[in-house]
């Protein structure tokens, strides 16, 4: 089955821990993201890859890396997480030359 | 800024068909118009998406007017599961294009 899979779903943590959450993708999709949902504020876009090695920020990156090594994987690592970090996170994927976008189930994470 | 306006939220008795508007008065001309829906805190999906002709695939048709400075999403025969958040989002296909900018989008009821 065609999907993208986001590890951890839930997780409660405290301020200045590091934490990854994992992304992955089966449909080797070149275009990745990192959304955030937040209430009243909508998705916001925190980073995006067009491909292997190439990634750039969103509209939100501060507080964020990511990497990507492999196609399929985009992790999101939060190296000092903070209260403001606490979110619904999103994890998307697309063909480059399509825009339909796969979304991932959801991260919920609470910083303590 | 919100390049699509949409009323905040809509009901529709199951069954009937249920009609979404979206206003973007700004669209360029290559822009496409695209609808994905959120249904609680899961991932949004994607519905369907055109240029200027109306489309039609499983989940719905979208008519786009000939200024095409409106849109209509029909669900045709709405059922309890398409109670959720419609989104209408207006941007270029493909390509290095990759942040979709979701609005605040239409919230769907669809009551018994």
């Known amino acids: 089955e065609a999907q993208v899979t986001q590890n951890p779903r839930y997780l409660i943590t405290v301020t200045g821990k590091k934490l990854t959450v994992t992304c992955s993708q089966n449909m080797n999709h070149e275009y990745m993201s990192w959304y955030r949902q937040d209430p009243g504020l909508g998705l916001r876009q925190i980073y995006y890859s067009m491909n292997v090695e190439v990634t750039d920020k969103g509209d939100v990156p501060e507080g964020y890396k990511v990497s990507r090594k492999e196609k399929r994987n985009f992790p999101l690592i939060l190296e000092s997480p903070s209260p403001n970090q606490t979110s619904l996170y999103f994890c998307?994927?697309?063909?480059?030359?399509?825009?339909?976008?796969?979304f991932g189930p959801g991260t919920r994470l609470t910083v303590l | 800024d919100a390049k699509t306006t949409q009323p905040p939220s809509m009901d529709c008795a199951e069954g009937r068909a249920a009609n979404l508007p979206c206003n973007h008065s700004t669209i360029s001309g290559n822009e496409y118009v695209y609808w994905y829906r959120q249904i609680h805190s899961q991932g949004p999906q994607y519905i369907i998406h055109g240029l200027k002709n109306n489309e039609t695939n499983e989940m719905a048709s979208l008519i786009i007017t000939e200024d095409r400075k409106s849109s209509t999403l029909i669900l045709p025969h709405a059922t309890l599961r398409d109670t959720a958040v419609y989104y209408c989002i207006v941007r270029s296909y493909g390509g290095s294009q990759g942040n979709l900018i979701f609005g605040k989008g239409t919230k769907l009821s669809v009551k018994p």
């Open positions: 998307a994927s697309r063909k480059w030359t399509s825009d339909e976008q796969f």
